[in-house]
């Protein structure tokens, strides 16, 4: 006991202020050795990660248990519940998400689609009610075991969601399910427009897949992306993704239905509020969204200042490939980590 409290004192903060933390770049006395270092120290994590006997060590020890915390709301849906409460109660709008993907049978789809269905009456019976909605993924939906299975079971999903009013989100997962992904949702919009998607700037096709988005008006959340992807399809170097980002953002702010700019990268914020206070875009036309446990002193100041902004919520007990793709988003998260190993 004495041991755990001692340690447990050592671990970081869950959310550390942003202040505390920083920029490697802005450390770095060459950036473009240090994208290099970050890109390699990414796949590294992504890749050490994937090992069971990692996994296994991560989930059992105590001493990452500040860390995941810091980024997962909790492994039951009454405790990711309260936490969207509390996030609503502050004036933030919540997207929650149950952790989990690529579904190894049609029965854990089904199971999936179940937990869906009952996130969607806890969030309508509490006080969140319509600050809140859900974001979900077609493998988990069943995309693994066919096309059919995942679409039926997401339908499903959204006729739920009408009786409450509620919005679903269809989250994008790696590269090789995004053309499947699209297809799914195009065939599904006839007939549920309370849903819509997430297209990642890595991605080299995204130009034109934003083209598609805002010729059906349809809301979209643009993100960065967080799969570890080959040269083929996505550009490699930060500079290109960031630039793709504003190109992206800008056309979404402009002629796209309700967008949400999913980043915690301050300096592309501020570059997309400047350009939709230029072309008037009215602050309640679109949403600000981050990650949960990331950057909250940003969240709070657009919160601030009047802009829309949504916070994701995942729980649930799959939580490690979600938490891993933090880490590597950030390798210095890992240092905290391996500083508590070293001082227990
Ligand atoms: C609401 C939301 C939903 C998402 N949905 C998807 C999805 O469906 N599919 C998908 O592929 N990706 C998704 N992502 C993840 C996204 O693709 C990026 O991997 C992630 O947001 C990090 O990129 P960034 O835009 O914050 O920029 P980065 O350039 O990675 O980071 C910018 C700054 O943000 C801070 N930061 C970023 N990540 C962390 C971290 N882990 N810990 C601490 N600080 C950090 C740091 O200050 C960093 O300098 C989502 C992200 C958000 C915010």
Not at 69 to 87: P, Q, T
Not at 238 to 267: M, N, S
Request: aromatic share 10%.
């Amino acid at each position: 006991m004495i041991v755990t409290g001692r340690i447990v004192r050592r671990l970081p903060a869950p959310y550390p202020p942003h202040s505390l933390r920083r920029s490697p770049i802005a450390h770095s006395p060459n950036p473009v050795h240090f994208h290099h270092t970050a890109m390699l120290g990414r796949a590294l994590i992504l890749k050490t990660s994937a090992f069971s006997p990692v996994e296994r060590m991560v989930r059992k020890s105590f001493l990452f248990r500040g860390v995941v915390r810091r980024f997962i709301a909790g492994e039951s849906l009454e405790e990711a519940i309260n936490v969207c409460e509390g996030l609503t109660a502050k004036g933030f709008l919540v997207t929650l998400d149950y952790l989990g993907e690529n579904t190894k049978s049609e029965q854990e789809a089904l199971a999936a689609r179940s937990t869906y269905m009952k996130m969607l009456g806890c969030i309508a019976a509490s006080p969140c009610g319509k600050n809140a909605n859900i974001s979900i993924k077609l493998t988990q939906c069943g995309l693994d075991q066919g096309d059919d299975v995942a679409e039926r079971n997401y339908r499903q999903v959204l006729t739920e969601a009408e009786t409450f009013g509620s919005f679903v989100r269809v989250d994008m997962e790696a590269s090789a399910y995004v053309q499947r992904t699209l297809e799914i949702i195009e065939r599904v919009w006839p007939d549920h427009k309370n849903t819509g998607t997430v297209l990642q700037s890595y991605l080299y096709r995204t130009p034109d897949d934003v083209e598609l988005m805002i010729r059906l008006q349809m809301r979209t959340r643009l993100v960065k992306g967080a799969y570890l992807e080959p040269e083929s399809v996505a550009h490699k170097a930060k500079a290109k993704v960031d630039e793709a980002y504003v190109e992206c953002g800008k056309r979404l702010l402009k002629d796209g239905f309700y967008p949400a700019i999913a980043t915690h990268d301050q300096r592309i914020v501020e570059i997309l509020k400047a350009y939709a206070t230029q072309e008037k875009v009215d602050k309640a036309k679109f949403e600000f969204q981050m990650l949960y446990g990331i950057r909250r002193d940003l969240q709070e100041s657009l919160r601030s200042e009047g802009y829309n902004v949504r916070v994701y919520v995942p729980f649930g007990e799959s939580w490690y490939p979600y938490f891993t793709r933090r880490l590597a988003e950030r390798p210095a998260n890992i240092w905290f980590i391996l500083k508590s190993f070293v001082r227990g």
